[in-house]
């Protein structure tokens, strides 16, 4: 595959993709796991740290495309993923302080979800 650059969400799964083909490296879900647990802990500890921000960036990376392999280990597909990231986005962007708080060090819904019949 190519990357075109105008999408860099999408070159970014491709890519990553790409790579575990050019290996024959079909990621098992615990493998994928521990790898993609590892990369939390190096983000989290440098994060912590929090001085080398090129480190974070780095290391926020390696989450982000070991996440990609636990979603290929799980079966999901790319196009699914990228979907669900477009409409964590369009969530995102219509949240407003009329709908939304910030509390106890996280954003929540102001008011319960009403369940609908
Ligand atoms: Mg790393």
Known sequence: MTSTHNDPLRDLIRSTLDFYARFGWQP???DAIR???EEVREV???AQVGTD???IAEEAAD???TLIGVC???GVDPEQLISQ???VIDKNNAKTHETHVYT???IRRRFPKTITS
């Open 28 to 30: 098992l879900t615990d």
């Open 35 to 37: 790898v993609f647990e």
């Open 44 to 46: 989290t500890e440098a």
């Open 53 to 55: 921000k090129n480190h």
């Open 63 to 65: 989450v982000i495309v």
């Open 72 to 74: 290929q280990a799980s």
């Open 85 to 87: 990231i477009y409409a």
């Open 104 to 106: 106890d060090g996280k």
